[in-house]
């Protein structure tokens, strides 16, 4: 009780040498009451209720039962829909993270002094990154046909945008003086740039690029429901068809895929950092 009197009311603080020192009152509660408005008011709106969560929880459960353990024998047709994940999400990532980083250099205020055409990318990536990967891949199944084309296409714009967001904000915090220093001995922006800036990009570039294919496998995954092809259009068949128990092989399948890529990525970002 003390500490919530405290909160509310600061008590004074005397000072050795008499003086009584009051601490500005704290705006936590304010804080408090302002959030638990928001939060009430959000449930309202979204028509969340614990309730209904509790009651139809068991229906999930039965689910999940019916999922596992799984069917060994559908091991066999999940391999190849698996490979195309992979291969999606590998090709998606090499492409989206190579594209990034000249867009990235342009990017930077301390590379590219012309605030126009910098601001004008920065505006461009920031409409890019509000484009869900799922409506990006929706979009390119109407363009280019059902297949891990289109859904290839989709990890590589995602990719390209956040690589190159958070690429831009890493060059902006690099050493300047070796660039500065090559190009007052005449060497261009790009030399000067591979040259003194590159050294110390290439650990961060290379583990956003693994923490990227990360991601990008999981999201492969939901893509298929699109038709972006991969393991996902196999999941949404077999949920559709209530196959749960040939469901649950693919989901078990795929976890053991991001455990494994996730490992290799956590041991490579140690040996870079």
Not at 63 to 79: G, K, T
């Amino acid at each position: 009780m003390k500490f919530i009197r405290n909160i509310f009311s600061p008590e004074e603080i005397t000072l050795s040498n008499g003086k009584v020192v009051k601490p500005p009152k704290s705006i936590l509660p304010y804080v408090l009451i302002v959030l638990g408005i928001m939060i009430y008011v959000s449930a309202e709106v979204t028509n969340f209720r614990f309730e209904v969560l509790y009651r139809r929880m068991n229906h999930f459960i039965v689910i999940l039962e019916a999922m596992f353990p799984p069917r060994w024998d559908f091991v066999s047709q999940v391999w190849q829909p698996l490979f195309d994940t992979i291969k999606m999400s590998l090709l998606g990532s090499i492409l989206g993270a190579l594209a990034s980083v000249p867009f990235a250099v342009l990017s930077s205020s301390n590379v590219n002094q012309n605030a126009v055409t910098r601001n004008i990318i920065r505006t461009f990536f920031s409409i890019m990154r509000t484009l869900p990967t799922l409506i990006i891949a929706l979009i390119a199944t109407y363009i280019f046909g059902i297949g891990t084309f289109a859904g290839t296409l989709a990890i590589t714009i995602f990719t390209f945008a956040i690589i190159t967001k958070m690429l831009y904000e890493q060059i902006e915090t690099v050493e300047m003086g070796p660039f500065e220093a090559m190009e007052s001995l005449g060497a261009t922006k790009t030399q000067a740039f591979i040259a003194a800036i590159i050294p110390q990009l290439l650990p961060t570039y290379l583990a956003l690029c693994l923490y990227c294919f990360e991601i990008n496998v999981r999201y492969a995954a939901i893509l298929g429901y699109v038709g972006a092809g991969g393991i996902g259009l196999l999941l949404d068949e077999k949920m559709a068809w209530r196959e749960y128990s040939r469901a649950g092989t693919v989901l078990f399948m795929l976890f053991i895929t991001v455990v494994i890529i996730e490992s290799l990525s956590r041991y490579f970002t140690k040996r870079l950092t």
